[in-house]
């Protein structure tokens, strides 16, 4: 006897998964434009928080004080747009990935599973400066595991009804003739994906944290700065300030930093000499 799907029962929608993309957006506007502040603001907070770990690590190498991060976190229509965008690119981005394999669509497999998560570790790989060939692939293999972890928890957890919308999955019926019931709900779904989401988020402060930790390790060149017959080397801006540590020559190519000294000196009134040594000596 023939196997019945749910599939075959209901209606025949001809309508392409664009097509019906689409219509989810057309038909539920007043929703999206309501949901717009609560994506930007937990879009920020989240990015704010990861930006704010990562800095960490390098502020911590210099031993200087928290209160001294500083980041644009001024409210404005671009950084709304940009956030926002950006979110709803990821969420599309996430729901046509998962798409894909229930399309079995081998080549757009490979390049939404492997490609971009691929150029995306490079590109965060380059941006750190870490030149280990170790740390570079360590990085890479982070960064691309966290990438395919969010598009799951977004497009496998999180809205597994646009997919079901769009791509439903044929679902045999039991002997008794009713529709098999899915071992997890659609809300354990839910919790799956934030519970991803919020791994993926503390793995990327962590990671952060060490890279840019690595990244200040790494400095040989520094900005030499004479005050007050001292010299200092500046090592961030705060505001209109440079944050400078006291700093002495112990030879040719070593510098020594004293990270308990530092001074703040505005940016406008500072001669400056970039210089390049071999060694670093931190002296806390």
Do not use: H
């Not at 029962?9 to 309501?34: G, H, M, S, W």
């Not at 717009?36 to 004080?65: E, H, S, W």
């Not at 400095?219 to 505001?239: E, H, L, P, W």
């Amino acid at each position: 006897m023939k196997k019945i799907f749910v599939s075959e029962v209901e209606a025949y929608d001809p309508r392409t998964p664009l097509e019906k993309i689409y219509c989810v957006f057309k038909e539920n506007t007043a929703q999206f434009v309501l949901i717009i502040p609560f994506i930007y603001g937990t879009l920020k907070f989240i990015f704010n928080v990861i930006l704010y770990q990562c800095q960490k690590g390098y502020y911590n190498y210099f031993n200087i004080d928290d209160i001294f991060i500083d980041f644009d976190s001024k409210i404005s229509l671009y950084n709304i747009m940009v956030t926002v965008g950006l979110g709803v690119i990821i969420i599309l981005y996430s729901v046509f990935a998962v798409l894909t394999i229930r399309l079995k669509r081998p080549v757009a497999i490979a390049v939404f599973w492997g490609v971009i998560p691929l150029l995306v570790a490079l590109i965060t790989a380059k941006y750190f400066y870490l030149f280990s060939s170790k740390a570079y692939l360590r990085i890479i293999l982070i960064v691309y595991s966290m990438c395919n972890v969010i598009v799951f928890a977004l497009g496998g957890c999180m809205f597994r009804e646009v997919l079901d919308y769009i791509a439903p999955i044929r679902k045999p019926k039991n002997t008794q003739g009713k529709p098999k019931k899915s071992y997890i709900s659609d809300n354990a779904w839910r919790l799956i994906g934030v519970l991803l989401i919020t791994l993926g988020c503390v793995a990327a402060g962590i990671n952060g944290y060490n890279m840019e930790k690595s990244k200040a390790a790494d400095i040989r060149t520094f900005d030499i700065i004479q005050v007050d017959n001292k010299n200092y080397a500046r090592v961030s801006i705060y505001q209109d300030y440079y944050y400078m540590i006291s700093c002495q020559r112990t030879s040719k190519d070593t510098l020594t930093l004293n990270t308990n000294l530092y001074r703040l000196e505005s940016l406008n009134k500072m001669e400056v000499s970039r210089e390049t040594f071999k060694n670093i000596i931190i002296k806390n």
